[in-house]
């Protein structure tokens, strides 16, 4: 059994499957917390049950599919990565109910470039004004958000 669990996390398509397998479940535990319903009165478990059922059934076929093919072997996981990028996320959602939209995307996108060890400045500043851009548009202007947009 360790054995083919050595050979699944060795690839990417192993790696992502047991990801998906492990936010199923947590969704599926999660659901199960709600009231599930029927099909004719879905209760408020009942989505989140049926994706958390999903996300694992594509995490067991993504799995399976690992332990049958001599896929790329994966790299390993940076631990910079998971930091900076964690760093990025928790920065991001303490600046938006304080400093505003305008100040949090750039922040979430700025930080996160570092998680690279070569950060290009130009192409960095453009993506920054882009996603920036479409966080107004869908979330003030399409969806109507009532997300602060700076600190003032």
């Known amino acids: 059994?360790?054995?083919?669990l050595a050979r699944a996390l060795r690839t990417?398509?192993?790696?992502s499957g047991l990801?998906?397998?492990?936010v199923g479940i947590i969704a599926v535990?999660?659901?199960?917390?709600?009231?599930?319903?029927t099909l004719?009165?879905?209760?408020?478990?009942?989505?989140?049950?049926?994706?958390?059922?999903?996300?694992i059934v594509v995490g067991l076929i993504s799995l399976a599919g690992s332990l049958r093919s001599d896929d790329v072997i994966a790299?390993?996981?940076?631990?910079?990565?998971l930091v900076v990028i964690t760093l990025a996320v928790v920065v991001s959602a303490l600046l938006l109910l304080q400093a505003g939209l305008l100040v949090a995307i750039p922040a979430l996108v700025i930080i996160s470039a570092?998680?690279?060890p070569s950060v290009k400045w130009?192409?960095?500043?453009?993506?920054?004004?882009?996603?920036?851009?479409?966080?107004?548009?869908?979330?003030?202007?399409g969806l109507n958000m009532q997300i602060p947009l700076v600190w003032w």
């Open 122 to 141: 130009l192409p960095l500043l453009v993506t920054t004004v882009v996603l920036t851009a479409l966080a107004y548009g869908v979330f003030v202007w």
């Open 114 to 116: 570092f998680a690279s």
């Open 75 to 81: 790299e390993p996981v940076s631990v910079r990565a």
């Open 29 to 37: 535990v999660g659901a199960s917390q709600y009231p599930i319903g």
């Open 1 to 4: 059994m360790s054995n083919i």
């Open 12 to 15: 990417t398509d192993g790696q």
């Open 40 to 55: 004719a009165r879905m209760g408020p478990g009942f989505f989140p049950l049926c994706l958390g059922v999903m996300l």
């Open 19 to 22: 990801v998906f397998m492990a």
